[in-house]
């Protein structure tokens, strides 16, 4: 296995059973030394077993400078790479041990094939949360939903979005 596969797998070992909780926060680990996650200040972490995104409200997220509110092309890239992460999350869940290598396989090519944001009220706060939850999981494909929510737990945005493997 190559340097770069083993950092979205958790260095898991072929015909074994995943421990979760290391691939989790393996993921999360590849998922924030992104460069354009890094320049946002935008973060994926482990909240019990599940992983939520994070990002806090700074000057330059601005979007809207009359009414001071986060940029909504902020809000769309978290709740996209909520998504995302939360799908290869879910295949690695479900795996079984004999079906590792396809489930590795699914997770490197996994990306947003389709992906609709839905503007709640605006984007105020210290701080966001996003979470996502699985709709459907397929052979080929997932579609998710996503939430994010500011510090006072009002829902800001939400998403659906489709993701291929």
Not at 13 to 31: A, C, H
Not at 101 to 129: C, H, N
Not at 147 to 152: L, T
Request: aromatic share 8%; glycine share 10%.
């Amino acid at each position: 296995m190559i340097d770069s596969q083993k950092k979205w797998t958790g260095s898991i070992q072929l015909g074994s059973k995943v421990d979760l909780s290391i691939v989790l926060n393996q993921l999360t680990q590849v998922f924030n030394t992104s460069p354009y996650f890094a320049f946002n200040g935008m973060q994926m972490r482990v909240v019990g077993d599940q992983i939520e995104g994070y990002i806090e409200m700074k000057p330059n997220l601005i979007g809207n400078i009359s009414f001071q509110i986060l940029h909504g092309g902020v809000a769309a890239t978290l709740l996209d790479s909520i998504g995302g992460i939360v799908a290869m999350a879910e295949l690695y869940r479900r795996s079984e041990p004999d079906q590792l290598a396809e489930t590795l396989k699914k997770v490197s090519r996994l990306a947003t094939v389709d992906m609709r944001v839905d503007y709640l009220s605006p984007g105020r706060g210290q701080y966001f949360i996003a979470t996502a939850e699985v709709m459907r999981m397929g052979r080929k494909g997932c579609t998710m939903r996503m939430i994010m929510k500011n510090d006072e737990g009002k829902e800001i945005a939400a998403g659906i979005a489709s993701y291929a493997y």
